[in-house]
């Protein structure tokens, strides 16, 4: 794969450069938050490694600019390693966050998981509609409304959102959550999921304490229900 390396320290940049060639990949490094953009479109890498804090323009901020003009694999290699700030990071768009010192196997292991994820969105799916009159959810357009407005979602969310819609009626285990959104090295993170389960909540239950849509099975996982969904073919929202 080729891998665009947005670093500022030349020792890291050395240092996942001879890994990644060891390993067959290509590497294209830069150290200048500014020019992130322009060399995405340039040499077109499969997958973006990036940490926050780079001079000019940090990585977070990239972050938001990358995902609103492409769905390239961004994954954040960073020493801030507080929960907020993977949260912070996740929230603009990363597929996943790792933190300073990292092993290369785990790095390598992520890296791969996220193409396999990118290629698997990419595979053409048949349209999936959820509207129960209420709530309208269409995955292919990434476009959520409740009675009408539109419900802005972070790009984890709508992945959360959109794995429920696919499986809906299903109780999904804790674990093949965590591993169809996060993907691998996020095993047993279940403060990771029920985060993201409250936002949601938050934004698409009329009250969320009460939840009519996400339900929870105790120690199990969670399920969409599905008994008021009347269409799950492509439709216009009402």
């Known amino acids: 794969m080729r891998i665009l390396v947005v670093d500022d320290d030349p020792r890291i940049i050395s240092l996942l450069r001879c890994s990644f060639q060891e390993a067959g990949h290509e590497v294209i490094a830069i150290s200048d938050g500014l020019q992130v953009l322009r060399r995405v479109y340039q040499v ?81 799916h048949k349209p999936v509609i959820y509207n129960d009159g209420v709530l309208y959810i269409d995955l292919c357009r990434k476009i959520v409304l409740k009675r009408g407005n539109h419900i802005a979602l972070s790009p984890k969310e709508f992945q959360l959102l959109a794995c429920f819609v696919r499986n809906m009626g299903r109780v999904m285990p804790h674990e093949q959550l965590l591993e169809e959104v996060w993907g691998t090295g996020y095993e047993g993170q279940l403060s990771y999921l029920a985060l993201y389960i409250f936002y949601l909540r938050q934004k698409i239950e009329d009250d969320p304490n009460n939840p009519v849509y996400i339900q929870t099975r105790f120690r199990v996982g969670y399920c969409l229900r599905s008994d008021h969904a009347q269409d799950t073919t492509p439709g216009t929202p009402l």
């Open 44 to 124: 077109q890498p499969d997958v973006v490694l990036l940490d926050v804090m780079i001079p000019h323009l940090d990585g977070i901020e990239i972050c938001r600019r990358l995902r609103d003009i492409s769905d390239i694999p961004i994954i954040i290699l960073s020493a801030l390693g507080k929960e907020a700030d993977i949260v912070r990071g996740l929230n603009a768009g990363a597929d996943d966050y790792l933190t300073k010192p990292s092993s290369m196997a785990e790095l390598m292991a992520r890296l791969e998981a996220a193409l396999r994820r990118a290629a698997n969105q990419r595979t053409p």
